[in-house]
């Protein structure tokens, strides 16, 4: 997987722009062809997604442009927030010459609050003047969704001659499944929309869906996938390309997690079933106990072990190891060795969690499931951040 340059406007037939005035932000991307998207599970979920999904029912899964805001997440907003979302599918339809069911929308901020019209207008009418291809366009776009993020998320790899990029922002409120979290990604592969959905969910399913930063799902969750089919692409090498991106957008995400200051890869191997396996990852980095912990760097291990005690996975503690390292590196720390406890490891272990990258590993020797979990620690800024994030 070779990485390249230009985020999503490396890919062919993509433009891209963006604007930015105090919180609010428009972005725009231009690009047509077949399109998927996945959804928040929440059941407050914000007008623009309900008006993309409509966009791309009535379309038969072919976009030719996005639009999202930040400022404002037009959740929990009404008809009113209908409107504003497909107003918003109007103005950049009738930039682009094509009908509102090829545009998708997307929109995150603060839930309950209307869209300003006169500033996303005039943020809009700046943007559209800007679209374009070259490599600073993909970063105005992604700077122009970010809130709490501290830097942009984007991603762009060329495969056996194909590519692959993506953006997405995300940083805070974020819990599978997907996260607050809007990713927009592009190929130049040729693919069908029923396989580039297939993909996507998939891709999704081991990304996106395994990132925890805080324990809240959003309103606003929207990953949307266009295939400009510009290059014919083998299925296997498509699949693979883009769960590489999908990842790695996730654990930029994870390591901008609101106040975080480690990233963290929770795997678990040896599970009765792949179910059991993410039952008992997601639990772990859900567990505030454990963010605690890897924040002061503290090896209290039994925090893990309690957490996988009660994921609803089925565990015996006589057959559990569990190792924790410096994200790529080959030296682990065993703190726990077939349900034994290994002595005189916990300096070796503090050491190796005061890494920004931590790699956690359980293994509970019953079976061959297998996942991983990807997260952050819970530091004192995640408080100060979200204790007046509104005012």
Same mark, same amino acid.
């Given at each position: +997987? ?52 409509? &966009? ?13 805001? &930040? ?35 997307? &929109? ?15 943020? #809009? ?55 607050? +979290? ?69 654990? +930029? ?31 772990? +980095?859900? &567990? ?38 410096? #994200? ?64």
């Amino acid at each position: +997987m070779k990485r390249i340059e230009g985020g999503i406007c490396a890919v062919g037939g993509v433009r891209a722009s963006g604007g930015k005035r105090g919180k609010y932000g428009v972005a725009l991307i231009a690009a047509r062809g077949a399109a998927a998207g996945v959804f928040t599970t929440n059941r407050i979920r914000a007008a623009p997604l309900d008006v993309t999904a409509e &966009s791309l029912l009535a379309s038969g899964g072919r976009l030719e442009g996005v639009i999202a805001n &930040s400022g404002s997440a037009n959740a929990y907003t009404g008809p009113q927030g209908v409107e504003d979302a497909r107003w918003m599918a109007r103005l950049l339809a009738g930039h682009l010459g094509v009908g509102t069911d090829r545009i998708g929308v997307a &929109s995150t901020g603060v839930i309950g609050r209307y869209l300003d019209r006169e500033v996303i207008a005039a943020l #809009f009418d700046e943007a559209k003047e800007r679209l374009r291809s070259d490599l600073g366009a993909s970063e105005e776009a992604a700077r122009a969704i970010m809130t709490t993020d501290t830097v942009v998320k984007e991603i762009a790899v060329e495969h056996r001659g194909f590519r692959v990029a993506g953006i997405t922002k995300g940083a805070g409120m974020i819990e599978p499944n997907m996260a607050t +979290m809007l990713s927009f990604i592009y190929t130049d592969a040729k693919i069908s929309q029923e396989a580039l959905r297939e993909c996507l969910m998939a891709a999704v399913d081991e990304s996106f869906n395994m990132l925890i930063v805080d324990g809240d799902t959003s309103t606003n969750d929207l990953v949307l996938l266009t295939a400009t089919g510009m290059v014919e692409a083998d299925i296997n090498d498509f699949r693979e390309a883009l769960s590489f991106v999908c990842v790695e957008l996730a654990k +930029m995400m994870a390591k901008d997690g609101e106040g975080a200051t480690k990233l963290v890869e929770m795997v678990v191997t040896g599970a009765r079933s792949r179910e059991d396996a993410r039952l008992a990852a997601k639990t772990i +980095m859900r &567990s505030s106990l454990v963010k605690t912990a890897i924040f002061g760097s503290d090896p209290n291990w039994g925090r893990i072990v309690a957490a996988a005690g009660r994921s609803g996975a089925e565990v015996d503690p006589e057959r559990i190891t569990l190792s924790i390292s410096s #994200f790529g590196r080959d030296e682990e720390v065993f703190l726990v060795k077939d349900g034994r406890i290994v002595d005189g490891v916990l300096s070796a272990a503090e050491e190796a969690m005061r890494s920004e990258e931590l790699q956690i590993v359980l293994d509970l020797g019953l079976g061959d499931g297998n996942a991983r979990a990807f997260g952050c620690d819970l530091s004192y800024d995640y408080v100060k951040i979200n204790a007046d994030y509104t005012t």
